[in-house]
């Protein structure tokens, strides 16, 4: 596949030609200027009506966040559940949880008496300590509220795992000698490339738990997942990209979209498309509307927004045609209106706020489960995690967060 030019480099230029976030956009000075924010206030919904009436007309939409660990984002999602259910979507797909755990989700969402343990647990056996956090755990707990407070004969909410492991997870599945974080014995433990199978067991889950059966379901991960009808540029020397697979792998977005075409929707939170239309788009749901509010809009149909151009390298859906769009197989200038259906904005990059830890997490049988994990990622039976140790990773961890985070406010 042929090589791009810096996307990043043309949206920026677009954007200067444009006018998109410059001081006399927020002025609105001129006419044309004007008549865009005032379709753009035409147009947007509350955020939450916004993603409910998407399942008028599609059976799959996917809601996508970007960086992790931003508090609004995940809060959103758990107001969103109650509202779901009431337009007759009973079905989470969700990205933070592994799928070998379905069992105990079902168990935990329609037990008599919500299990906080059994919740830890779920979150932990995720990413260990990486996404333990009250925000995503307590997620479970908004969707057993709502099927506790259901009538015996009426349909159950279901959070439906998506996810599996970064890689190995037991010493038998490594060969002498490696890591559990070696990009060749994850390829191997999970049947082929990590990060291309990784998405496809998804779809498979997707495609099995909801599409088979005819029920309409928001799926909720990384806004890397969720690209539909684009499909990002993959690595043309095939090596290992930061260690973890070969470039950009087909989303499980992407392969939905195969399957059942525009009966999927994708949206994207604000914040989750990096580079300079983050900030492009800020300022033009700004200048419409001063006073803060949440609000959802089609990016497709509102043509200020949809112009604003992206800096993702990559090709559209060979079934998408645009007027004067290479359309398959070929790199050019891409706007928002080609990489997302929906936006939702829920506050300014600069007011984002991390999630909360879960503080009593690590339980005596939790800690010495994440010390094996971590002597399987590093291929060492000898190493030993103290207390001050794991405080110590912890603390990496959370201090990596918040750089993705503050990443996202400075792009």
Not at 195 to 206: E, K, P, Q, T, V
Not at 217 to 224: E, H, K, M, T
Request: proline letters at 3%; one cysteine or more.
């Amino acid at each position: 596949m042929k090589r791009c030019i810096d996307a990043k480099l043309v949206a920026m230029f677009a954007a200067a030609l444009l006018g998109f976030g410059a001081p006399h956009m927020v002025a609105g000075q001129n006419a044309q200027e004007r008549a865009s924010l005032e379709q753009l206030r035409r147009e947007a919904q509350p955020a939450e009506d916004y993603v409910v009436g998407k399942f008028r007309d599609h059976d799959i939409v996917f809601l996508g966040e970007g960086p992790h660990y931003v508090r609004q984002n995940i809060e959103f999602l758990q107001r969103l559940i109650s509202k779901l259910y009431a337009a007759g979507v009973h079905n989470l797909g969700y990205e933070f949880l592994l799928s070998k755990d379905q069992a105990k989700v079902d168990e935990l969402l329609n037990g008599r008496h919500y299990d906080e343990s059994l919740a830890n647990d779920l979150i932990f056996n995720f990413r260990l300590l990486h996404t333990s956090f009250r925000e995503y755990r307590d997620v479970l707990r908004v969707a057993w509220e709502i099927n506790h407070a259901l009538p015996a004969d009426a349909p159950r909410f279901r959070v439906v795992a998506l996810d599996v492991p970064l890689g190995p997870t037991e010493w038998s599945q490594l060969r002498e000698g490696e890591k559990g974080m070696d990009a060749k014995a994850r390829d191997r433990w999970i049947g082929g490339d990590y990060g291309s199978r990784r998405n496809i067991l998804w779809a498979d889950i997707i495609s099995r738990q909801f599409i088979e059966k005819d029920a309409k379901a928001l799926i909720y991960a990384g806004s890397g997942h969720t690209s539909t009808r684009f499909y990002a540029e993959e690595n043309p020397e095939g090596t290992h990209y930061e260690g973890w697979h070969r470039g950009h792998s087909r989303s499980a977005g992407n392969l939905i979209y195969s399957y059942i075409g525009d009966r999927t929707f994708r949206i994207t939170l604000h914040g989750s498309e990096a580079g300079p239309e983050v900030a492009q788009a800020e300022s033009l749901i700004t200048a419409a509307f001063p006073e803060k509010r949440q609000l959802g809009v089609d990016v497709r149909s509102v043509t200020a927004l949809g112009a604003v151009p992206s800096s993702q390298l990559g090709y559209l859906s060979p079934s998408v045609t645009r007027v004067g769009a290479e359309t398959a197989g070929g790199c050019r200038s891409f706007t928002l209106a080609d990489v997302t259906d929906g936006y939702v904005y829920l506050a300014p990059r600069s007011e984002f706020r991390m999630q909360r830890r879960i503080t009593d997490i690590l339980t005596l049988q939790r800690s010495r489960e994440f010390t094996r994990q971590m002597q399987i990622r590093k291929g060492d039976r000898n190493l030993s995690l103290s207390d001050a140790d794991i405080a110590n990773i912890v603390r990496e961890i959370d201090e990596r967060n918040r750089r993705d985070v503050e990443g996202v406010r400075n792009d």
